[in-house]
T-cell receptor, first 117, second 112 residues
Framework: DGGITQSPKYLFRKEGQNVTLSCEQN?????MYWYRQDPGQGLRLIYY???????QKGDIAEGYSVSREKKESFPLTVTSAQKNPTAFYLC????????????????FGDGTRLSIL | SQELEQSPQSLIVQEGKNLTINCTSS?????LYWYKQKYGEGLIFLMM?????EEKSHEKITAKLDEKKQQSSLHITASQPSHAGIYLC????????????FGAGTQVVVTP
């Protein structure tokens, strides 16, 4: 079955450490997204990518970095510059950004919960 | 940016009773998505609404988008334990369908 796989499910970060969250999809989707979810708050967009080798900052990109070298993969790195990284991180994808497929719903992975040691 | 307000923040409903969740936007909605989330898990897509006055149903869940396209409601008929979870609305911005804004979510608890 096609879907989005996020790993690991739980991750712990030490002070000054960068950590990378994995997101892989086999849905043949062009667009991929990273969101952060904090308790009692909605999802906030960190980064998004419309196509391979291209990505854009979302609303809260500071302290995060991404890459999109393959269509299937969109890893998120939480850098030491992100002073409050404790949150639930969700990756999503959909068929496309513009045109006839742009309104297709985003499909989500099961999330990664990041905590500080 | 678009602001989405969901109400209520949480609700407790007895099994078999109906419930309604509202999602109100500060701007015209160009696409409205309803998702369900269980704690610690990803979002499951429920329904998408685009046209003013549109109404969609799936099993016992009905969603509507009002004529002015600034409010959507999600109604569950005869609630069951499987309906428990967090319901979130997400809306497309005017200039880009891809960038969704989400409401804070409504937590639904179904009691026996």
């Amino acid at each position: 079955d096609g879907g989005i796989t996020q790993s690991p499910k739980y991750l712990f970060r030490k002070e000054g450490q960068n950590v990378t969250l994995s997101c892989e999809q086999n849905l043949n989707h062009d667009a991929m997204y990273w969101y952060r979810q904090d308790p009692g708050q909605g999802l906030r967009l960190i980064y998004y990518s419309q196509i391979v080798n291209d990505f854009q900052k979302g609303d809260i990109a500071e302290g995060y970095s991404v890459s999109r070298e393959k269509k299937e993969s969109f890893p998120l790195t939480v850098t030491s510059a992100q002073k409050n990284p404790t949150a639930f991180y969700l990756c999503a994808s959909n068929k496309g950004w513009q045109g006839a497929v742009s309104n297709q719903p985003q499909h989500f992975g099961d999330g990664t919960r990041l905590s500080i040691l | 940016s678009q602001e989405l307000e969901q109400s209520p923040q949480s609700l407790i409903v007895q099994e078999g009773k109906n419930l309604t969740i509202n999602c109100t936007s500060s701007k015209t909605l160009y696409g409205l998505y309803w998702y369900k989330q269980k704690y610690g898990e990803g979002l499951i897509f429920l329904m998408m609404l685009q046209k003013g006055g549109e109404e969609k149903s799936h099993e016992k869940i009905t969603a509507k988008l009002d004529e002015k396209k600034q409010q959507s409601s999600l109604h569950i008929t005869a609630s069951q334990p499987s309906h428990a979870g967090i319901y979130l609305c997400g809306a497309a911005a005017t200039d880009s369908w891809g960038k969704l804004q989400f409401g804070a979510g409504t937590q639904v608890v179904v009691t026996p």
